[in-house]
T-cell receptor, first 110, second 116 residues
Framework: GQQVMQIPQYQHVQEGEDFTTYCNSSTTLSNIQWYKQRPGGHPVFLIQLVKSGEVKKQKRLTFQFGEAKKNSSLHITATQTTDVGTYFCAARNYGQNFVFGPGTRLSVLP | GAVVSQHPSRVICKSGTSVKIECRSLDFQATTMFWYRQFPKQSLMLMATSNEGSKATYEQGVEKDKFLINHASLTLSTLTVTSAHPEDSSFYIC????????????FGDGTRLSIL
């Protein structure tokens, strides 16, 4: 079946530093979604990528979908303490359900 | 924005008890809802896909008779953990999305189930 991997598992950064998490799939994807889960909270949808090579930005967050549609990345510029949480990618094969990656837990030290 | 309500948020009960968890989409009709289980500091594990008016689709390894799902209306899906045991203790979370294949999932606040 489809496997979705995310690296790193954990990331500790100093406030102001950049952060990147990578999502990789064993199969070609139809689309990919990114979610953020704050400690004690539920996942919240951030963005969806559909096109090969697509890049989308949300303020300090930059999302990219690989050319082969097998990987994606989320980059945060100049992290803030409000960025703390676990970032999940959810990858979807054509006609199938989304599969969530294991997540990257981000800690931001003030 | 879309809102999904999940109730109860926390349940503590004795072993052998059956527990029902409700998931409601408050401002849109959801033909499909999803039920996940999340262990501490781990990812979301899809348990089943709840389809309005038809049987739920369970993921491999999830016991249908243990985790009963009913999706009787376009705004309500329920998950019943039957004869719960301590190993069923976990965080259960539902999600719903608007009709369409590329819609985002909107999650409920989750239910923390503790079986004594």
């Amino acid at each position: 079946g489809q496997q979705v991997m995310q690296i790193p598992q954990y990331q500790h950064v100093q406030e102001g530093e950049d952060f990147t998490t990578y999502c990789n799939s064993s199969t070609t994807l139809s689309n990919i979604q990114w979610y953020k889960q704050r400690p004690g909270g539920h996942p919240v949808f951030l963005i969806q990528l559909v096109k090969s090579g697509e890049v989308k930005k949300q303020k300090r967050l930059t999302f990219q979908f690989g050319e082969a549609k097998k990987n994606s990345s989320l980059h945060i510029t100049a992290t803030q303490t409000t960025d703390v949480g676990t970032y999940f990618c959810a990858a979807r094969n054509y006609g199938q359900n989304f599969v969530f990656g294991p997540g990257t837990r981000l800690s931001v030290l003030p | 924005g879309a809102v999904v309500s999940q109730h109860p948020s926390r349940v503590i009960c004795k072993s052998g008890t059956s527990v029902k968890i409700e998931c409601r989409s408050l401002d849109f009709q959801a033909t499909t809802m999803f039920w996940y289980r999340q262990f501490p500091k781990q990812s979301l594990m899809l348990m089943a896909t709840s389809n309005e008016g038809s049987k739920a689709t369970y993921e491999q390894g999830v016991e249908k008779d243990k985790f009963l799902i009913n999706h009787a209306s376009l705004t309500l899906s329920t998950l019943t953990v039957t004869s719960a045991h301590p190993e069923d203790s976990s965080f259960y979370i539902c999600s719903a999305s608007r009709p369409g294949s590329n819609q985002p999932q909107h999650f409920g606040d989750g239910t923390r189930l503790s079986i004594l």
